[in-house]
């Protein structure tokens, strides 16, 4: 694959830009919808007045005095009952929506909320290595965002290049071979249980795709016989549009298949030819249409592909030819009208399906031995073999090929240290897991496993399972505690576990070469904060954060939230119970009215 590598170094990975980038991070489970809200400035959910621009004001400036907001923070968490997991991860994920631009304010609240959390960690458990490893409180979610904002430099620059070559490299690998278009199993996989475990027949061809445009244009492609058509339409739109971010280039529904052979005809998933028996409807493949090494195929825009043949069709005068292709394409474009007790499968019958009526064992014969499985997963890890140490060794390098370890980074680990002196450890694998559970768990491992948060690419379930594997193995790498192996281990470990002993070298090199370097100032940390501040002070929607913070969980605290600023002499100082009661005055009406 070292041409592969070649290419993609060539042409740059296709990177999202920091606001798409960073509303993933802050929000991984959410509904696209959100998103697009939070990234358009203007955007509200209902008719905005005058009188709630003053109101979040007011509430806005709350939220900048640190008393309120720990407050605030610590009010939540006390309510086991309503701000749950769930409601953590989106207050938190609103808040620093709100601080992107007061990023020094919110380095200190962080901060602060740590060396609380640290210190409760230290009173309650005898496991102080269990620190921030759950992400269960406001403080461990703030970090994980903090690095996503402060990072994001760093791995355009440095990381994210080596990351989407073995993402690319790594889908390459599982494509080469068979992959199950209904259940996502595949010949090869990192992960035991995405392999497919029956024999699959296949042969490997190379088609050959002409231009509708300029038929002197020619793309060779090279696909399985075994391949679905719409597999087939994605391995010819990769090649084409290789480099280009995966939203900015024709989708496989968006194109029909045309096999040029002595007529032209579409080709579909799913047709009046399809195989069907017991229940079961096979997906088509290049095999079932009978297509040979060096065919010659076009993909065009569905309607411009669907109008030509028609036309094709009818000055032939080819009537029951016509019908058929007309029926091809309503079935490709109404799944609805699909017969839903039809059971759809690809290259293997789901063994799920056995209880909706498959006898025990059937189509079991063709099992494989778990042998078989380690040995496919051996060779795919060794054609990622290199890609994986390249994208490890760049992580754990304090300078790589010219670039500098990122102060933030520093920062943090100066920080973690400092709070074991304070709080009297003196055990450096305590330390040691208190930096691997907060850069490589809360940042890193985010990254490896959802690369689309970073770059603009489409993830497939079997190249997610094998990406999870990939990322196991980092964690496994930065612990410090080696966990012995038996036959039972699960095969991700059992695959990794040489090249884990030699990853955890590089990690305890790497934090000893931070421990070493010159400590950040004060200064210098404060002007890298300031300057990420006014880069991206117009990302986001910051008033529908506000609102949200506001409406879904200050306002139903109201009431304990009041009674702590009431007992906090520094919040009575300052009045803040009584300038809340202000921003609730102007909200009242709208808080209400969407309660």
Sequence with gaps: MG???????????????????????????SEPELTRQL?????????????????????????LNKTFLLTLIRTLEADKYRFRMTERANFAGFLMVVLQSQLVYCTDVMKT???????????????????????ESVAEKMLTHWLAFLLYKYLKECAGQPLYILFQSLKQQIYKGPVD??????????????LIRQTVEYQPLTIDIVSNLDYENHTPVKVLDCDTIT?????????????????????????????????????????VTSLAEEGWRKH?????????DGAQMSLLPRQHCLESTLSTLRSNGSKNHY??????????????????????????????????????????????MSEVYLTRLITTKMGLQSYIDELFETIFSTTHRGSALPLPIKFLFDFLDDQALHHGIAEPEVVHTWKSNSLPLRFWVNVIKNPEFLLDVDKPPVVDASLSVIAAAFMDS?????????????????????????????????????????????????????????????????????????????????????????????????????????AQALLATFAESKA
Aim: proline fraction near 5%; hydrophobic fraction near 35%.
């Design 323 to 368: 019908e058929s292709v007309s029926l091809l394409s309503r079935r490709s474009h109404s799944p609805s009208g699909q017969d839903e007790s039809v059971q759809r499968h690809h290259l293997v019958r789901d063994c799920r399906a056995r209880a909706n009526g498959e006898a025990p064992g059937a189509n079991n014969n063709n099992k494989l």
């Design 39 to 63: 990234s358009e400035r203007d955007f509200m959910p209902f008719p905005c007045t005058e009188q709630l621009d003053r109101g979040l004001r007011h509430f806005q400036q709350l939220l």
């Design 231 to 271: 597999q087939v339409k994605e391995k010819i739109l990769d090649t084409i549009f290789k480099g280009v971010g995966h939203s900015k280039r024709y989708q496989p529904d968006d194109m029909d298949l045309e096999y040029r052979d002595q007529n032209r005809l579409l080709l579909f998933d799913e047709d």
């Design 478 to 582: 930065c612990s410090a505690a080696v966990q012995p192996l038996s036959k039972d281990s699960p095969s991700g470990k059992l695959l990794f576990n040489k090249d884990v002993s030699r990853f955890r070298r590089w990690v305890y090199r790497y934090y000893e070469d931070v421990a070493r370097m010159t400590p950040v100032s004060e200064q210098d940390m404060n002007a890298l904060l300031m300057e990420e501040s006014r880069l991206h002070a117009d990302e986001f929607n910051t008033r529908l954060a506000l609102w949200r913070i506001y409406q879904e969980f200050t306002y139903p605290h109201l009431t304990e939230l009041c009674r702590a600023l009431e007992d906090d002499e520094f919040a009575n100082s300052h009045r803040l119970s009584q300038r809340l009661e202000q």
């Design 181 to 194: 278009a209904v259940t996502h199993e595949a010949k090869y996989s990192l992960s035991e249980d995405k």
């Design 113 to 135: 909320l740590l060396a609380e959390l640290i210190e409760k960690s230290l009173e309650k458990s005898q496991h102080p290595k269990l620190l921030l490893r759950r992400a």
């Design 3 to 29: 041409g592969l590598s070649h290419d993609l170094v060539q042409v740059g990975p296709p990177f999202l830009p920091y606001r798409l980038f960073a509303l993933r991070f802050l929000f991984p489970s």
């Design 284 to 292: 088509n493949t290049l095999a079932h249409y009978k297509v040979s």
